[in-house]
DNA sequence: TCCGAACTGGCAGTTTCTGCCACGCCCCCC
DNA sequence: GGGGGGCGTGGCAGAAACTGCCAGTTCGGA
């Protein structure tokens, strides 16, 4: 299912768009198109599996790392291996297309937020909290905002830095409390909590 | 058009998936099926004009708030008037259904990212850096990640917050300096630049 | 050998979306 | 007043995206 998506993305690639039907990608990836139909439900999600594949190499990544070593560290480090595997396959030349094509950007967004939940798991591991607390969740949903963004970032003409650097100064904007442990207490917000 | 827009969210509501033809949609508009694909490249694009008005309605409020007041602080309380005034519309009973269907899910990511260009405009106003900079994109961002978890949450069973408390808690997690002045001079991450 | 589960593919049919053209409306100009 | 344009709208045909149903194949185990 992967190497379907792997075959789909190099059509993916060579045509810029979603621009073909369903017939010729099912065809390019040596399948009929209600197999096609049975992977995968839209015809972008096609995309799907090999986005995946590349976040669960950082997720594993950070994983493996020594408990000792900070998770922002950690993270910032999977990231820039992880890009620099992902410029060695097709990586550098998907992202215009997922960011300029409708159809794929909506479904790279769905993947990357999806992903949060496991960056969410990895967090709390990390920092010895709840998996569904706010904290970790805060913390994973900036994570991907900063990836996305180095993604983003990354192809365009005036931007000098690549992408790995690029997720590092983002990581570094949003100052170290949120990837720290302790803190989970208390309440920073004194705001007025008007229940409905 | 946005009218169109709120009658199909209605219809979205009362039936709470996308599962049923443009035809109805449109009929239920008031529109003919072509006409309505004039307005909305896809189906699901018609809940976008709803939720665009209610981000705007954030952008408003923060960009009319005296500048003396920071950034942060009048992003907060926007937040709560806006979710405040959606309760009484139909906010509260959209999210479950934006959340759930995975089209309008889709949708709904978009349309957030989207607004993060807007949100960087703003951010970039109030503490005078270029919009495009990354500290400004990396605010925006952060906000609209916040603001994302803040409704995925509110509806959770075991979430006794509204979603205005949520989100001052999630930016609250943050730390000050991503919004603050100063700072975009010195790069902060000190990380080997392999350009490339 | 036979059975059943899992995977795959072939239709037929529905829904989504697009291209093209025609109609009515309004405004401007002659 | 009588033509033209633009502009918003809708009808229609057809391509493409998807779904339901059933049939064929493979493979492991009884």
């Not at 399948?31 to 839209?42: D, I, N, Q, S, V």
């Not at 972008?44 to 998770?71: F, G, Q, T």
Request: proline share 6%; hydrophobic share 45%; with cysteine.
């Amino acid at each position: 299912m992967l190497e379907a998506s792997r075959s789909v993305i190099e059509l993916f690639l060579r045509r810029r768009t979603s621009a073909f039907s369903v017939k010729e990608l099912a065809q390019h990836a040596g399948l009929a198109e209600r197999t096609f139909y049975r992977y995968f439900p839209r015809k972008e999600d096609a995309i799907r599996p090999y986005i995946d594949a590349w976040l669960e190499r950082i997720v594993c990544e950070v994983r493996a790392a020594p408990p000792s070593r900070p998770l922002r560290e950690a993270m910032v480090a999977a990231h820039a291996t992880a890009f620099a595997v992902g410029s060695t396959t097709q990586w550098e030349a998907l992202l215009p297309v997922l960011n300029e094509t409708e159809s794929l950007r909506a479904v790279w967004l769905q993947v990357v937020t999806d992903a949060e939940a496991a960056f969410a798991q990895l967090v709390a591991e990390r920092l010895e909290i709840p998996a569904g607390s706010l904290q970790a969740r805060m913390a994973a949903a900036v994570l991907s905002a900063a990836g996305r963004l180095a993604m983003e970032r990354a192809h365009l003409p005036q931007e000098q830095r690549d992408p790995g650097a690029l997720f590092a100064e983002s990581l570094a904007l949003v100052g170290p409390g949120l990837f720290e442990k302790r803190r989970s207490v208390r309440r920073a917000a004194p705001a007025p909590k008007k229940r409905r």
